[in-house]
Nanobody
Framework: QVQLVESGGGLVQSGGSLTLSCEVS????????FGWFRQAPGKEREAVAF??????????VYADSVKDRFTVSKDNTKKIVYLQMRSLNPEDTGVYYC?????????????????WGQGTQVTVSS
């Protein structure tokens, strides 16, 4: 059974940092791609970053709004995908979701992700 569980969210002041974790069970991390998405109240779920599977080079891609502030990585042994966030601002507030694409392609299109976690809340105060 495939399961993704996000954690690490919380309340942080503007300019602060947080690291989100996505624990994966049910399949290997090596081949899969993982995307981080966020959803603010009343808004669509938007892509933040993704990391491709090893067969696709394992490269990372970031949305312009988080480039140079967020870093996505994965530990295949621990089966955890991370999203390190720094220089946070109130516009980063939302529920953050981890999605898994078993094909390893990686994309900003949320409909290409087959599995999702329940999300973790990030709130950045000004």
């Amino acid at each position: 059974q495939v399961q993704l569980v996000e954690s690490g969210g919380g309340l942080v002041q503007s300019g602060g940092s947080l690291t989100l974790s996505c624990e994966v069970s049910g399949f290997s991390l090596d081949a899969a791609a993982f995307g981080w998405f966020r959803q603010a109240p009343g808004k669509e779920r938007e892509a933040v970053a993704f990391i491709r599977g090893s067969s696709k080079g394992g490269s990372t891609v970031y949305a312009d709004s988080v480039k140079d502030r967020f870093t996505v990585s994965k530990d295949n042994t621990k089966k955890i995908v991370y999203l390190q966030m720094r220089s946070l601002n109130p516009e980063d507030t939302g529920v953050y979701y981890c999605g898994a694409d078993p094909l390893g392609i990686g994309t900003f299109n949320r409909y290409m992700y087959e599995h999702w976690g329940q999300g973790t809340q990030v709130t950045v105060s000004s």
